[in-house]
C-alpha cells in the first residue's frame, strides 16, 4: 500500500474506536464526571419556556436547552409521585420494586434495603452524594435517603399538601385537621429539626434546597459528586419566596416557576464560576404531568393528553433537557423514546460502575444524550402500569392503550385559589395512537393496523408474566421494604 492508503486506514480505525468508547465511561480530563439531578414535582410538559410556557419567562431553563438537548418523548414509570421517584431511583419499573401511588404519614413501607440507588452505584467510585428536596420513598429513618447511598440530606419526607394547611380543611378546626393529616416535618440528615412546617416556612424551601445544593458543590468540587434536588414545588399547595411573588403573568403558578427558573440558574451558574461546568451532566425533569383538577394552581400538559393521575401522555410524558457543554449537541432534540429507569444505568456506564446484581428494567441512552448518529432507543417497548394495572405500552412511534377507567377534567376547567374541582371517571377500550402524527392520543387507529395491535400485545403478554396485572402475580415483583 502506498503511505496515503495507510494513513486513511489508520484514520478510519481512530475514528471507530472513538465512536465506540464514546458509549462507554467518561473519564475526562478533571476526573469522574458529576451528575446533578433537578426534578420537578406535578409540572405538565409544557410549563417552561423551551417546551411552550406562557405568561412568564423561563430564561435559564431557556439557555440549558439552548445549550443542551431537548428530549422530547422522556416518560416516567407512573404518574404519580412515589411511584415514579422509586424508578428514577432504582432503574426498575416501579411495580417491580413494590412502590405504588403516593406514600402517606402513615406509610409503613418504603423503598427496600437491598433495592440500589443511583447514589449507591456513584458511592463505587467514592462519589459525594446529596439529596435537597422531597423524597417520598418512605419517611421512617430506613427509608430515608441517608440510608440509601447518599451522604446529605435536607428536605421534606412526602408531598408538601401530607399536613393540616391544606386549603381544603382550613375552614375546620386544628382538632379536626391533624385528624387528618399530622403536622408537615422538615429532616435535615435524619433529624428532624421542624416538626410543623408553617406555611411561612414552604415560601423558603425553593431558596433552602437551592442554597444547600450550591454549598454542596462547591465544597466538594475537587471530587466527583451527584445532587439529586427534587423540589417540592409545583405541587399544590404553591408557595414563592418574596423575591418572585407578583412577577408573572399567569398568577402564583407562574410566579413559582420563575423561582424555579432561578434556582436551575443558580445550579448552572456554581458549576460554572468553579469551570465544573464541562465535567457535570444536569438533568431536568418532572416526576409526572399537571394536577389539573386544581385549574389556576396547576401547569399545563400542552398538546398532551390529560394530567397527573393517568397514563395518557399528559401524565407521565414529561418535558426533559440534557446539558454538557461539549460532551452533549447543544440547540438539538431527541425524539427517540426514554425513560427515568434509564438514567441509572446510564450513570453507571458513564463512570464504569457495577449494576446491581437483581434484574433492572433500565438501559444505557448514553447514546440518545449526547447526539450519537443514528441512536435509537435501546428499548423495544416501555410498559404503562398505573397502580398494579398494565395500562399502555409503547414501542417507536406506537402506543396501545388496553381497556381501563382514568379520571379526566372532561374539559371543565379546574378549581381556583388551591381548591380542586372533581374529576369525572372515564374509560378507553383497545385503542391504537400513532404519536408522531397525533401527539394528543386523540385518533384511534386500531382497525387500520392488527398487525401493529398483535405485536404490542404480545410483548405486553411477556410483561404480565414478569410484572404483573390487575389479578394477575408478577414473577419478578420484588417487596417493598417495611417496618
Not at 458529576?34 to 420537578?40: A, E, G, H, K
Not at 463505587?124 to 420513598?137: F, I, R, S
Not at 465544597?219 to 418572585?244: A, G, I, Q, T, W
Not at 398494579?388 to 406506537?398: E, H, N, T, V, Y
Request: charged fraction near 20%; charge should be neutral; aromatic fraction near 10%.
Amino acid at each position: 500500500m502506498i503511505p496515503d492508503q495507510i494513513f486513511r486506514i489508520m484514520f478510519r480505525s481512530v475514528l471507530l474506536i472513538v465512536s465506540f468508547t464514546s458509549c462507554q465511561a467518561v473519564v475526562t480530563a478533571a476526573g469522574l464526571p458529576n451528575f446533578i439531578v433537578i426534578y420537578m414535582d406535578d409540572m405538565g410538559y409544557a410549563d417552561i419556556g423551551p417546551f411552550g410556557a406562557e405568561g412568564y419567562e423561563t430564561p435559564n431553563l431557556d439557555r440549558m436547552a439552548h445549550e443542551g438537548r431537548i428530549l422530547t418523548d422522556f416518560y416516567v414509570t407512573q404518574a404519580v409521585c412515589s411511584a415514579s421517584r422509586a424508578g428514577l431511583m432504582t432503574g426498575c419499573y416501579n411495580v417491580r420494586v413494590g412502590i405504588q401511588g403516593a406514600l402517606g404519614p402513615k406509610a409503613k413501607i418504603g423503598i427496600h434495603k437491598d433495592e440500589v440507588t443511583i447514589a449507591e452505584i456513584c458511592k463505587q467510585k467514592n462519589y459525594a452524594t446529596a439529596c435537597y428536596g422531597k423524597w417520598h420513598l418512605g419517611h421512617h429513618k430506613k427509608f430515608l435517603p441517608m440510608q440509601h447511598g447518599f451522604d446529605d440530606y435536607f428536605g421534606l419526607p412526602y408531598s408538601n399538601d401530607m399536613w393540616p394547611y391544606h386549603p381544603n380543611v382550613l375552614h375546620l378546626p386544628m382538632e379536626q385537621r391533624l385528624r387528618r393529616w399530622p403536622h408537615l416535618p422538615l429532616i435535615d440528615g435524619n433529624d428532624i429539626v421542624n416538626t410543623e412546617v408553617s406555611p411561612k416556612d414552604q415560601e423558603q424551601l425553593t431558596t433552602q434546597y437551592t442554597e444547600r445544593a450550591v454549598r454542596f458543590i462547591e465544597d466538594h468540587r475537587d471530587e466527583p459528586f451527584l445532587v439529586y434536588l427534587p423540589h417540592s414545588m409545583v405541587h399544590v399547595p404553591l408557595y414563592v419566596s418574596e423575591k418572585f411573588r407578583g412577577k408573572s403573568e399567569r398568577g402564583l403558578f407562574g410566579d413559582v416557576m420563575m423561582e424555579v427558573d432561578w434556582s436551575v440558574g443558580q445550579i448552572l451558574d456554581t458549576l460554572r464560576k468553579h469551570r465544573l461546568d464541562r465535567n457535570t451532566l444536569v438533568i431536568f425533569t418532572s416526576d409526572n404531568g399537571p394536577w389539573l383538577s386544581y385549574g389556576d394552581h396547576c401547569g399545563s400538559a400542552g398538546p398532551l393528553r390529560e394530567g397527573k393521575g393517568t397514563m395518557f401522555d399528559g401524565g407521565c410524558r414529561e418535558s426533559c433537557i440534557v446539558w454538557w457543554p461539549g460532551r452533549i449537541p447543544a440547540d438539538t432534540r431527541c425524539s427517540e423514546p426514554a425513560m427515568t429507569i434509564d438514567i441509572l444505568p446510564t450513570i453507571a456506564g458513564l463512570i464504569d460502575a457495577k449494576l446491581p446484581d437483581h434484574k433492572i428494567d433500565g438501559k444505557n441512552i448514553w447514546p440518545l444524550m449526547s447526539g450519537t448518529n443514528g441512536a435509537k432507543s435501546p428499548h423495544e417497548a416501555y410498559y404503562f402500569y398505573y397502580k398494579q394495572q398494565l395500562q399502555a405500552i409503547r414501542s417507536g412511534k406506537w402506543k396501545l392503550h388496553f381497556p381501563h377507567q382514568y379520571r379526566t377534567m372532561a374539559g371543565r376547567p379546574g378549581g381556583k385559589g388551591g381548591i380542586p374541582a372533581d374529576y369525572s371517571q372515564a374509560a378507553i377500550g383497545l385503542e391504537l395512537f400513532d404519536l408522531e402524527s397525533d401527539i394528543g392520543e386523540s385518533r384511534n387507529v386500531a382497525d387500520q393496523h392488527p398487525d401493529i395491535i398483535k405485536r404490542l400485545s404480545d410483548l405486553a403478554a411477556l410483561m404480565r408474566k414478569e410484572l404483573g396485572d390487575t389479578h394477575q402475580k408478577g414473577m419478578g415483583v420484588r417487596h417493598a421494604g417495611s417496618l
